[in-house]
């Protein structure tokens, strides 16, 4: 059974950078396509990243290009979203999100399409 867990979330300031780790045990991430959420009570869902099994492909938000990188290293059993700029309103909690898709080299930023989750991660941004 896979078991996703999200680490790194915390308080930073406005402008800093953050990088998030989502460890992997029980199953190999190596076919499988991986996606960041994130949610703040009375908001809905937020789809931030994702990355392809390969690392190939990646997508992200219009809220977070260019200031948010996605990555993996599946000898790790490890995906790493790396948050730079930081804005308050990327405070959220973080999930890690694993899914299996219809073909290889393809991620999607669809919480209903997730077939495993974290936990989640606190993330703050704020002076």
């Known amino acids: 059974q896979l078991q996703l867990v999200e680490s790194g979330g915390g308080l930073v300031q406005p402008g800093g950078s953050l990088r998030l780790s989502c460890a992997a045990s029980?199953?190999?991430?190596?076919?499988?396509?991986i996606a960041w959420f994130r949610q703040t009570p009375g908001k809905e869902r937020e789809g931030v990243s994702c990355?392809?099994?390969?690392?190939?492909?990646?997508n992200f938000a219009d809220s977070v290009k260019g200031r948010f990188a996605i990555s993996r290293d599946n000898a790790k059993n490890t995906v790493y979203l790396e948050m730079n700029n930081l804005k308050p309103e990327d405070t959220a909690n973080y999930y890690c999100?694993?899914?299996?898709?219809?073909?290889?080299?393809?991620?999607?930023?669809?919480?209903?399409?997730?077939?495993?989750w974290g936990k989640g991660t606190l993330v703050t941004v704020s002076s």
């Open positions: 029980g199953f190999s991430l190596r076919y499988l396509s």
């Open positions: 999100a694993a899914h299996t898709p219809r073909f290889l080299g393809v991620c999607m930023l669809d919480a209903n399409a997730m077939n495993y």
């Open positions: 990355i392809s099994n390969s690392g190939g492909i990646t």
